[in-house]
C-alpha cells in the first residue's frame, strides 16, 4: 500500500514517529517530504515546496495531510501566521488543484485555532506573554456568559487576535464545503487545548452543526487517519484499570477518559467491542481524581493494583499522567515477561496524543501483510525512553544534549534487557527545549 503523508510539523512525534509505525508493515511504502520543508517552533514550512513534492508524487492509494501545515505553514504557524483570508484562500484552491488530479483518498485534518490559558508566547504571537490570560477570559466570558465581559485587553491586541481567529474559522468552513462535496474522504476538525467554554468551543459547536466531524486532540489525528487508511475490521475492548474513574476528564481536554477512547478506537477505523469478542484488549491505566503531571509538580495517585499479563492481545495506554508515564505501573509491567501478544505502549503528552498513535501501531501490526519485529521493537523501545524514562524520569533532571546520555543509560539498560535489543543511541533537543525528546538509532 501506497500512503502519502504531510506532517504538523518537523517534531519527532510528528515526523519520525508515521515513519517508526509505518516500518512495522513492509508493504506500507510512506512517502514524506523532506524534513527540512517543514516547519519548526519558530520557522514556517516551505509551503510552495511541499506543493511541489505533492505534485509530484507518485500514484498512491491515500494521502494523509495536515491542512495546517499547507495553508499557514504549520500548526504553531496558524497561530502566527499574517497572511490575509484571501492569501490563505487562493494558497489552498491551488492545493485542491493538484490533490484534484491525484486518484488517491485523501484523509485530512484542520485545526480549530486554540486559546492557551497562560501568559506564555512559545507557540503563540509575542502579545501572548502580557495577555495570553486575559484573552483566555474573554474567550470563556464570551461564550459560557453570551456578554463581553469587563475590558481587560487592549483594543488593537483584541482585534487582531479576533482577525486571526476569524480567518481560520473561515477557511475552515470552506474546507467543510469540500467535504459535502465529496472531496474528502475523512475531514476531522481537531479541538486542542481544550476548555469547558471559549470561542474555539463555540464554532467546534457549529462546524458540528453544519456536518462536520469534531474531535479533541491535534498531534496524534495524521497518525489516527493514517490508521483510517490501513483497510481491515479490527475489533477493540477498552479496560479501564480504574473503572469507576473513567468519566473523569484528562488535562488539556473537554471530555472523559471514556469518551475520548471510545472517539479515538472509531477515529482510526476500528469498533469499540466487548472483552470476549476483541482482537485486541486496550489496557487504559486511568487516574483518580484528576489527572497527574509530573513535569508540572502535579501529583495523583500512582496504580497501586497488581498488572496480570492477559493471555491475548494487548495494548497499553498509560494516561495517568500527562506528559510521560506512571512509574509505579511501569516499574511492576517491567518486571513481566510482557512481550508475547504485546502490540505497544504510549504515554506521551496528552490522552488523546497516547491513544491515537498507539491504536495506530497496533492496527498496523495487527494487519501487516509483511511483519517487521525489529521496526516494532524500535518503536517500543523509543516509546519506553521517551514516555518513561525521559519525560517521567530524566527530564526533572534539566539535562542537555551533553548528560541527556549518561542519565538515562540505566533507563536505557532495563528497556533494551526487556525489549531484546540493543542499539547504540543519540539524543537530541530538536526544538531546542525539554518538551520533547528526538531518540536517534545509530
Same mark, same amino acid.
Given at each position: 500500500?501506497?500512503?502519502?503523508?504531510?506532517?504538523?510539523?518537523?517534531?519527532?512525534?510528528?515526523?519520525?514517529?508515521p515513519e517508526q509505525i509505518a516500518a512495522i508493515?513492509?508493504?506500507?511504502?510512506?512517502?514524506?517530504? /523532506?524534513?527540512?520543508?517543514?516547519?519548526?517552533?519558530?520557522?514556517?514550512?516551505?509551503?510552495?515546496?511541499?506543493?511541489?513534492?505533492?505534485?509530484?508524487?507518485?500514484?498512491?492509494?491515500?494521502?494523509?495531510?495536515?491542512?495546517?501545515?499547507?495553508?499557514?505553514?504549520?500548526?504553531?504557524?496558524?497561530?502566527? =501566521?499574517?497572511?490575509?483570508?484571501?492569501?490563505?484562500?487562493?494558497?489552498?484552491?491551488?492545493?485542491?488543484?493538484?490533490?484534484?488530479?491525484?486518484?488517491?483518498?485523501?484523509?485530512?485534518?484542520?485545526?480549530?485555532?486554540?486559546?492557551?490559558?497562560?501568559?506564555?508566547?512559545?507557540?503563540?504571537?509575542?502579545?501572548?506573554?502580557?495577555?495570553?490570560?486575559?484573552?483566555?477570559?474573554?474567550?470563556? =466570558?464570551?461564550?459560557?456568559?453570551?456578554?463581553?465581559?469587563?475590558?481587560?485587553?487592549?483594543?488593537?491586541?483584541?482585534?487582531?487576535?479576533?482577525?486571526?481567529?476569524?480567518?481560520?474559522?473561515?477557511?475552515?468552513?470552506?474546507?467543510?464545503?469540500?467535504?459535502?462535496?465529496?472531496?474528502?474522504n475523512t475531514l476531522v476538525f481537531s479541538k486542542?487545548? =481544550?476548555?469547558?467554554?471559549?470561542?474555539?468551543?463555540?464554532?467546534?459547536?457549529?462546524?458540528?452543526?453544519?456536518?462536520?466531524?469534531?474531535?479533541?486532540?491535534?498531534?496524534?489525528?495524521?497518525?489516527?487517519?493514517?490508521?483510517?487508511?490501513?483497510?481491515?475490521?479490527?475489533?477493540?475492548?477498552?479496560?479501564?484499570?480504574?473503572?469507576?474513574?473513567?468519566?473523569?476528564?484528562?488535562?488539556?481536554?473537554?471530555?472523559?477518559?471514556?469518551?475520548?477512547?471510545?472517539?479515538?478506537? /472509531?477515529?482510526?477505523?476500528?469498533?469499540?467491542? @466487548?472483552?470476549?469478542?476483541?482482537?485486541?484488549?486496550?489496557?487504559?491505566?486511568?487516574?483518580?481524581?484528576?489527572?497527574?503531571?509530573?513535569?508540572?509538580?502535579?501529583? @495523583?495517585?500512582?496504580?497501586?493494583?497488581?498488572?496480570?499479563?492477559?493471555? @491475548?492481545?494487548?495494548?497499553?495506554?498509560?494516561?495517568?499522567?500527562?506528559?510521560?508515564?506512571?512509574?509505579?505501573?511501569?516499574?511492576?509491567?517491567l518486571k513481566t515477561d510482557f512481550s508475547q501478544?504485546?502490540?505497544?505502549?504510549?504515554?506521551?503528552?496528552? @490522552?488523546?496524543?497516547?491513544?491515537?498513535?498507539?491504536? =495506530?501501531?497496533?492496527?498496523?501490526?495487527?494487519?501487516?501483510?509483511?511483519?517487521?519485529?525489529?521496526?516494532?521493537?524500535?518503536?517500543?523501545?523509543?516509546?519506553?525512553?521517551?514516555?518513561?524514562?525521559?519525560?517521567?524520569?530524566?527530564?526533572?533532571?534539566?539535562?542537555?544534549?551533553?548528560?541527556?546520555?549518561?542519565?538515562?543509560?540505566?533507563?536505557?539498560?532495563?528497556?533494551?534487557?526487556?525489549?531484546?535489543?540493543?542499539?547504540?543511541?543519540?539524543?537530541?533537543?530538536?526544538?531546542?527545549?525539554?518538551?520533547?525528546?528526538?531518540?536517534?538509532?545509530?
Amino acid at each position: 500500500m501506497k500512503i502519502g503523508f504531510v506532517p504538523i510539523d518537523n517534531r519527532p512525534v510528528c515526523y519520525l514517529l508515521p515513519e517508526q509505525i509505518a516500518a512495522i508493515d513492509e508493504n506500507i511504502e510512506l512517502f514524506m517530504p /523532506e524534513r527540512e520543508f517543514l516547519g519548526s517552533l519558530t520557522g514556517y514550512a516551505d509551503i510552495k515546496k511541499l506543493f511541489e513534492w505533492i505534485e509530484n508524487l507518485p500514484e498512491l492509494d491515500a494521502i494523509i495531510l495536515s491542512l495546517d501545515t499547507l495553508a499557514y505553514g504549520g500548526l504553531i504557524s496558524s497561530r502566527r =501566521c499574517p497572511d490575509t483570508f484571501g492569501e490563505v484562500k487562493s494558497r489552498i484552491e491551488r492545493l485542491k488543484e493538484i490533490l484534484s488530479q491525484k486518484n488517491a483518498e485523501i484523509y485530512a485534518f484542520s485545526s480549530i485555532m486554540r486559546i492557551s490559558n497562560n501568559n506564555i508566547n512559545e507557540e503563540e504571537k509575542e502579545y501572548w506573554d502580557k495577555w495570553g490570560k486575559k484573552i483566555f477570559n474573554y474567550s470563556y =466570558c464570551l461564550d459560557k456568559y453570551d456578554e463581553i465581559c469587563k475590558k481587560e485587553v487592549p483594543d488593537e491586541i483584541l482585534q487582531d487576535y479576533l482577525k486571526t481567529r476569524k480567518r481560520n474559522f473561515e477557511i475552515n468552513k470552506i474546507y467543510l464545503d469540500w467535504q459535502k462535496q465529496g472531496f474528502f474522504n475523512t475531514l476531522v476538525f481537531s479541538k486542542d487545548d =481544550c476548555a469547558e467554554f471559549g470561542l474555539n468551543v463555540q464554532e467546534a459547536k457549529y462546524l458540528e452543526k453544519l456536518g462536520g466531524f469534531i474531535k479533541t486532540g491535534a498531534d496524534e489525528i495524521p497518525l489516527s487517519l493514517f490508521a483510517r487508511a490501513i483497510k481491515g475490521d479490527i475489533k477493540i475492548a477498552p479496560v479501564f484499570l480504574e473503572p469507576e474513574y473513567k468519566n473523569l476528564v484528562s488535562n488539556y481536554e473537554d471530555i472523559s477518559v471514556e469518551k475520548s477512547v471510545f472517539g479515538q478506537i /472509531e477515529l482510526a477505523g476500528c469498533r469499540v467491542s @466487548t472483552v470476549d469478542d476483541a482482537d485486541i484488549l486496550l489496557y487504559v491505566n486511568n487516574f483518580k481524581a484528576h489527572q497527574g503531571e509530573i513535569v508540572m509538580g502535579v501529583d @495523583t495517585e500512582s496504580f497501586n493494583g497488581k498488572w496480570i499479563l492477559p493471555d @491475548t492481545p494487548y495494548m497499553i495506554a498509560d494516561v495517568r499522567f500527562a506528559n510521560g508515564a506512571d512509574n509505579q505501573f511501569i516499574e511492576q509491567f517491567l518486571k513481566t515477561d510482557f512481550s508475547q501478544n504485546f502490540y505497544g505502549y504510549s504515554g506521551w503528552n496528552t @490522552t488523546a496524543n497516547t491513544l491515537g498513535s498507539l491504536i =495506530c501501531a497496533a492496527k498496523i501490526k495487527f494487519l501487516a501483510r509483511k511483519y517487521n519485529d525489529k521496526a516494532f521493537k524500535k518503536l517500543e523501545m523509543i516509546r519506553f525512553l521517551d514516555d518513561w524514562a525521559y519525560q517521567a524520569n530524566v527530564r526533572q533532571m534539566k539535562p542537555d544534549e551533553k548528560t541527556i546520555k549518561s542519565l538515562i543509560a540505566p533507563f536505557e539498560k532495563i528497556v533494551s534487557g526487556k525489549i531484546g535489543i540493543s542499539p547504540d543511541l543519540d539524543y537530541k533537543f530538536t526544538w531546542n527545549r525539554l518538551f520533547e525528546v528526538e531518540i536517534e538509532f545509530n
